[in-house]
């Protein structure tokens, strides 16, 4: 009898209504007793409908079930406590193990945990190990081929990390985490329920089935914001916060949890916000700590993202569970090919594929706004072939905005549906080859993690080369900076947005406002201003920023292009509204990364100054034949300043098209390069733009 066994035999529950009094055996018998009892349990209650085991092995190709018991066997070959905050078996997802374990891999299952068992009570990565074990406990006690002598070691595991990890998640508050959730707090809550609800016969778990739903339910409030959108910004760590507090939800409603309605109904909200910032690729805005959700290849500057023809499945499965019908009408857009419709579409234990079929899809909005949140979008459509362009207006510097980066109105573009003008991505503690580096070895190479968090990574308006919000160390900022967006307008023709942020009071010499507006002819070209309001007359410089993929070109009429098969984008900066021109190679490029060209604009003044960039999107060598050149405009009775009031004429392919934007607080009648108005912006091809 091993000492783990006795230990685990110690815990048993004997007074738990499902379990009569202690038999008179060893404590392995009385393990496997227990054993027996949690696996009479039908497969509802560890998560999944009746047969659905079955009807997902039925329904796969047969090189899925190759493709499923691979990726189980090359988790048992590596680190199992790897990645981190999960566990190297239960990272691969519900369904790849219930496709590919068998009595054979849950025995070799039981031998990796006992390989690891001077290490359970270890908590290593600080929060999630709970979660990844309970996870992989459940999917084990559901597959029946699995036999119970070979789950006594995972429980073993369970309830010796259980009560560490616990020790310290209870103890999380605002000096951590700030006033805000956090997805550290629905992972971990999520694996301490399901631990305690689904195995309730040993001592100490117990407890943590009281965590549904009044923890969910106040958890679901301070995470999201009104429009549903995770507080802490990045696309990757929204879906990873959603989709926990979606499962956990659903495994608690299993286990007869009742919700409330405006719980019901704010967790539909959720779930509708998550496709709504998609770009034609099928992923989110790189924003912030994201990556591409699907994998990625090449080497050096030349690395670029594959095409993941599943990106949208979890898209799907939102769809279906909350009949979102205008999530439907853009799936159908994005995967048109009857091919790409689920045949089996596993959704936390159901098969959705009737549901999902059988719903209608509505057209969405052409645009995205969630103000609420500051997340904003421009279209030409929801197809693959799309142009797209990403706005960033999100608050950052508050604690709980960690997975936020300094990069206020920040921009993202795709031109027929390729990204030309692009994050820098993560560069996080995984970055290089793929395998985990440890914290001192980031201390030592810090600048591949620092430099994306700061301003300059990013496709925005600096000051100095300043950070937005002061950097005082990674995921922790010293100043919080709310921008307030006070214009989104979304027409066929055109889309408009108008935002201003105070981060660069802060400087010694201050800068009140920096105003970035976005003018989009729908198909034809964005309008960048970025507008700086100063106090005092000192000499400052400021800058615009733009990482374009690798294979840029400055022209020499002082634009700059890019180049490759399919969407490209020309940069055309406005002369005498703009500064000086420079074009570097990424400088903390890390292998399989997009590693893209960074071009800044950066002018030297004094007083209040104003900057310009017409972005013209084409295919492949097909460059617009493109000149801007601003504008006097007369209004007050005088010749206002660029500052002031902006008029461009563009030129592009042979037509010339006129800009107006009044900046200040008031309007009066103007004249411009022969049209006159009285609002606040005008395009010469857009009659709606008069205002």
């Not at 719980?263 to 779930?271: E, G, H, N, P, S």
């Amino acid at each position: 009898m091993n000492a783990w066994e006795q230990e685990l035999a110690q815990r048993i529950d004997w007074s738990h209504p499902e379990l009569a009094n202690p038999p008179a055996a060893a404590p392995r018998q009385q393990l496997l007793a227990v054993m027996a009892q949690v696996r009479r349990h039908d497969d509802e209650y560890f998560g999944f409908t009746n047969g659905f085991t079955g009807a997902l092995r039925r329904a796969a190709a047969p090189q899925e079930l190759a493709a499923a018991r691979q990726r189980i066997d090359t988790a048992l070959a590596g680190d199992l406590f790897f990645p981190p905050h999960t566990n190297a078996l239960a990272a691969l997802g519900e369904e790849t193990l219930l496709l590919g374990l068998d009595a054979d891999r849950g025995a070799a299952v039981a031998q990796k945990v006992l390989s690891r068992q001077a290490d359970w009570a270890i908590n290593i990565w600080t929060f999630g190990i709970t979660h990844g074990v309970a996870q992989l406990l459940r999917c084990l006690c559901a597959h029946r081929e699995c036999r119970d002598e070979d789950l006594l070691p995972v429980f073993g595991w369970l309830c010796a990390i259980a009560p560490v990890e616990w020790a310290e998640a209870r103890t999380w508050a605002e000096r951590m985490l700030g006033c805000n959730g956090h997805n550290w707090w629905a992972h971990s809550f999520f694996g301490f329920w399901m631990a305690g609800a689904l195995f309730p016969q040993f001592r100490g778990l117990s407890q943590f089935a009281a965590f549904a739903p009044t923890y969910l339910e106040r958890e679901l409030n301070v995470l999201f914001a009104a429009d549903g959108w995770s507080k802490e910004g990045a696309a990757g760590y929204h879906q990873f916060a959603a989709f926990n507090v979606i499962g956990f939800a659903r495994l608690a409603a299993r286990h007869g949890v009742e919700f409330s309605p405006a719980f019901r109904t704010k967790l539909r909200t959720v779930a509708d916000a998550t496709w709504r910032m998609l770009a034609p690729d099928g992923d989110g805005p790189m924003f912030g700590d994201c990556a591409p959700a699907g994998p990625r290849t090449g080497d050096g500057l030349s690395a670029v993202r594959q095409p993941v023809p599943a990106a949208t499945a979890r898209f799907r499965r939102l769809a279906a569970r909350f009949e979102l019908t205008q999530a439907k009408g853009v799936l159908d857009q994005l995967e048109p090919d009857a091919a790409a419709q689920p045949t089996f579409l596993s959704d936390n234990g159901d098969d959705l594929t009737a549901a999902y079929r059988g719903l209608r899809g509505e057209p969405p909005p052409l645009d995205t706004a969630l103000p609420d949140t500051g997340l904003y979008a421009m279209r030409t459509g929801w197809t693959t072939s799309a142009d797209w362009l990403a706005i960033n207006a999100m608050p950052v510097g508050e604690v709980g905005s960690s997975h936020k980066h300094a990069d206020i109105f920040n921009m993202e573009v795709c031109v027929r549906g390729r990204r030309v003008l692009v994050d820098n991505w993560y560069g996080d503690v995984t970055e290089n080859d793929g395998s985990y580096r440890s914290a001192a070895e980031i201390r030592n190479d810090p600048q591949k993690r620092r430099w994306r968090v700061g301003s300059s990574a990013h496709n925005v308006a600096t000051v100095n080369n300043e950070d937005h919000v002061p950097v005082q160390q990674i995921y922790r900022y010293g100043w919080p900076v709310r921008p307030f967006v006070e214009t989104f307008v979304s027409e066929p023709q055109f889309a408009f947005f108008s935002g201003v942020q105070e981060g660069y009071r802060r400087l010694a010499h201050p800068v009140a406002a920096h105003r970035r507006s976005i003018f989009y002819l729908r198909g034809e070209y964005w309008i960048v201003l970025d507008r700086f309001t100063v106090e005092g007359e000192a000499a400052r410089s400021f800058q615009q920023h733009f990482h374009l993929l690798a294979g840029t070109t400055v022209l020499p009429n002082g634009q700059v292009r890019t180049h490759g098969p399919g969407g490209n984008l020309l940069l055309a900066p406005v002369p005498g509204m703009t500064g000086q021109l420079r074009l570097e190679s990424n400088p903390h490029p890390i292998r399989t990364y997009q590693n893209p060209d960074h071009v800044q604009l950066e002018a030297n003044a004094t007083g209040d100054w104003i900057m310009a960039v017409v972005l013209a999107p084409f295919a492949d060598d097909a460059v617009p034949d493109l000149s801007v050149e601003a504008l006097a405009v007369e209004a007050d009775e005088r010749r206002l300043s660029s500052w002031e009031a902006t008029a461009l004429a563009i030129n592009v392919n042979g037509r010339r098209d006129v800009y107006y934007q009044q900046h200040m607080h008031w309007n009066l009648p103007w004249q411009a390069g022969g049209c006159a108005g009285t609002g606040r912006w005008f395009h010469s091809q857009c009659e709606a733009s008069a205002r």
